[in-house]
């Protein structure tokens, strides 16, 4: 695997998102809402820099099974959200790839009565969306790679890593979770 992104490029741009964030909604209060797992390491360094009230809730969305390196059926579990009534969410995933996750759950959200719903995306990877939808403040534009690091995995390796990687392909073939989960 090679470096996309550095640990240093990552921070440069969460602090990027903040600022952006923070333009867009002022001092109101703010309801980050992450989907699980992927965005974990990005929801817990960009609340750490907004000011501000900030509320968080998470939910969870997969369409990537296994090893699989292309989407497949999404499954949503939206039943954590806590009462978003007038409330100004942002929704913070970890890519965009085809939109498809982001698409419904943001319909979700807008109809549970917020006063607004936007979208954060640390990735938008070029050429793959499905939808007509767009991430309202992204992070990084990527190409069509499958990238692994800051709390993106592959196998449910490799998200532990402070970069963005991108997988060779004997990093897929030979299953890249073995090869990070064996001794020495």
Do not use: N
Not at 10 to 24: F, K, M, P, T, Y
Not at 73 to 78: A, I, N
């Amino acid at each position: 695997m090679h470096t996309l992104l550095t640990a240093a490029q990552l921070s440069e741009g969460i602090d990027r998102l903040a600022r952006d964030v923070r333009q867009a909604y002022g001092d109101c209060p703010l309801t980050v809402v992450g989907v699980l797992t992927g965005s974990v390491v990005v929801v817990s360094d960009l609340i750490r820099r907004l000011e501000g009230p900030v509320r968080l809730s998470m939910v969870w969305a997969s369409s990537y099974r296994g090893t699989a390196t292309r989407a497949g059926r999404l499954d949503l579990r939206l039943d954590l959200l806590p009462d978003l009534t007038g409330q100004h969410v942002l929704l913070v995933d970890d890519i965009f790839d085809s939109g498809r996750t982001l698409e419904a759950i943001l319909a979700d959200l807008r109809g549970r009565g917020a006063a607004s719903v936007r979208s954060l995306v640390l990735l938008r990877k070029q050429g793959r969306a499905e939808v007509a939808i767009e991430p309202d403040f992204v992070g990084f534009d990527i190409p069509d790679l499958f990238v692994v690091g800051y709390g993106l995995d592959y196998d449910g390796a490799w998200r532990h890593l402070p970069h963005l990687a991108v997988l060779d392909a004997d990093d897929i073939v030979t299953g890249g979770a073995s090869t990070a989960d064996s001794p020495g």
